[in-house]
């Protein structure tokens, strides 16, 4: 599905052009977070970088984060031991069940969690200068309305 183009005549603020906003913002933010990880040399698949916002720095169990992130648990393997590969998490026996395994942040992943939070602290900057501060806390309160509304307050930690 494809949103319409905001056409000349078109006033931004015409409530019809909300999700193309929105799906605008969204994008350019994703395309700079992708493009600052890599300066950083962080070169992340969108399929493991969706890993980032649902792992706590804590770790979570496999069938946890598997919950988390709407997936099976095999794909979940999959993606983590990709992660594991590069360096960026780790399995560690779980300390209530020795049977099972606890993912964490290996020593680049907690880099990757402190670059991720810098851009988006840079992201956010740019964002309140433009807005200025009053706009800039108004649009934040009200997307966080919006999207526990929508999602419920089982939110992402971090957005990558």
């Known amino acids: 599905y494809s949103f319409p183009m905001l056409r000349p005549d ?21 395309l700079r977070f992708r493009a600052a990880l890599l300066t950083r ?12 916002p649902n792992l706590p720095e804590a770790g979570l169990g496999m069938s946890e984060l598997a919950e988390r992130l709407g997936l099976t648990l095999q794909r979940t393997g999959q993606l983590v031991q990709q992660l594991e590969d590069d360096g960026y998490l780790k399995r560690i026996p779980d300390e209530l069940d020795g049977r099972a395994k606890r993912v964490v942040y290996a020593a680049r992943g907690l880099s990757l969690l402190r670059d991720v939070d ?11 200068s433009i807005l200025g501060v009053r706009r800039f806390a108004s649009l ?17 930690l971090r957005i990558p």
């Open 140 to 156: 934040c309160t009200d997307l966080a309305v919006l999207d526990e509304a929508l999602r419920g307050n089982e939110l992402a």
């Open 10 to 30: 078109t006033d931004p603020s015409d409530p019809s052009q909300l999700s193309r906003h929105l799906i605008s913002v969204s994008g350019t933010i994703r």
């Open 118 to 128: 810098g851009i988006a602290d840079d992201i956010t900057a740019e964002f309140k």
């Open 41 to 52: 040399g962080h070169d992340l698949s969108p399929s493991t970088m969706q890993i980032v």
